[in-house]
């Protein structure tokens, strides 16, 4: 259910040792909301943010880290804008607005993404917001409205993500699947989505393209389920890769907007 935004906020004493009431709360908003928000002690050195939330994360259960191209200490990535080289080419590495998507939307089955945590050391100077909305409240709307929308989203060839290669190699294969289905390894409702009209194909079907019409539709509205919020620093978000949006954001130069992102196969009530 929606809440307010103030309910669904942790405050950690110690992020190496969590309390039992701190651990329960975390699971208990993951579960009803599919997101939990946290807030620690400022620190000074990135190291000791590093370490502070990769130990949050292992003591929730995400241990299994996705070890992706620009993953760096124990599977965390840092969030900034890329000056130059191949990392520039990610819009997550840049300054620009990032459309809805779910994480690792083009890894293969095998490899899903099934829940991240985003931690902010440095906020930008102005932008950088994030919004969400849970992928199941999605389907659920969807499906009130119409079922054969939700129908058309679970075509299983329905979302197509080519291959990416870098001087003709291949660095990602090709992926192909539903947008909405039931993950086996967990059996619950899961997606993976991508707004970007770019490197994306979508199944040549009107009741595909209609569907998918309808969720931008329903994304770019306004609702109860949905989520917009600003992270301070030392602020950080939980979920099972919930649906998540960007603004686009302007950096201080002296102190650039730094995020910490880990990426896991499991999810983080997977335990409860």
């Known amino acids: 259910a929606a809440g307010k ?3 669904c906020i942790v405050e950690i004493q110690n992020p190496l040792l969590l309390s039992s009431a701190e651990k329960n709360q975390i699971f208990a908003l993951c579960k009803n909301a599919n997101f939990a928000l946290f807030q620690i002690q400022p620190m000074g050195e990135i190291a000791e943010y590093e370490r502070a939330v990769v130990s949050i994360n292992t003591q929730l259960g995400l241990l299994d880290f996705d070890k992706h191209l620009y993953a760096k200490s124990q599977g965390l990535a840092h969030i900034t804008q890329a000056g130059s080289g191949n990392q ?3 819009i997550p590495y840049t300054n620009k607005n990032l459309g809805w998507h779910t994480d690792g939307y083009y890894n293969s089955a095998q490899n899903r993404i099934r829940a991240f945590s985003l931690f902010c050391v440095n906020p930008a100077k102005t932008g950088g917001e994030n919004q969400w ?4 409240m999605v389907y659920l709307l969807l499906h009130e409205k119409n079922p054969d929308i939700t129908k058309a ?15 003709s190699e291949v660095r990602r294969e090709a992926s192909t699947g539903a947008i909405f289905f039931i993950d086996e390894k967990t059996n619950q409702l899961s997606m993976r989505y991508t707004q970007r009209k770019k490197n994306i194909e979508l199944l040549n079907s009107a009741e595909i393209i209609q569907a998918v019409a309808h969720l931008d539709e329903l ?8 989520f917009s919020h600003l992270m301070p620093a030392g602020q950080g978000i939980l979920c099972n890769n919930i649906l998540h949006k960007r603004s686009s954001f302007t950096d201080d130069k002296s102190r650039p907007r730094l ?5 896991y196969f499991n999810r983080i009530n997977a335990k409860k």
């Open 259 to 263: 995020l910490l992102r880990g990426r």
């Open 5 to 7: 935004l103030s309910d």
């Open 88 to 90: 520039a080419k990610f």
């Open 133 to 136: 909305i849970d992928a199941q």
């Open 219 to 226: 994304l770019n509205s306004k609702t109860d389920y949905h």
């Open 153 to 167: 989203l679970t075509h299983p060839e329905a979302l197509k993500i080519p291959e990416h290669k870098v001087n």
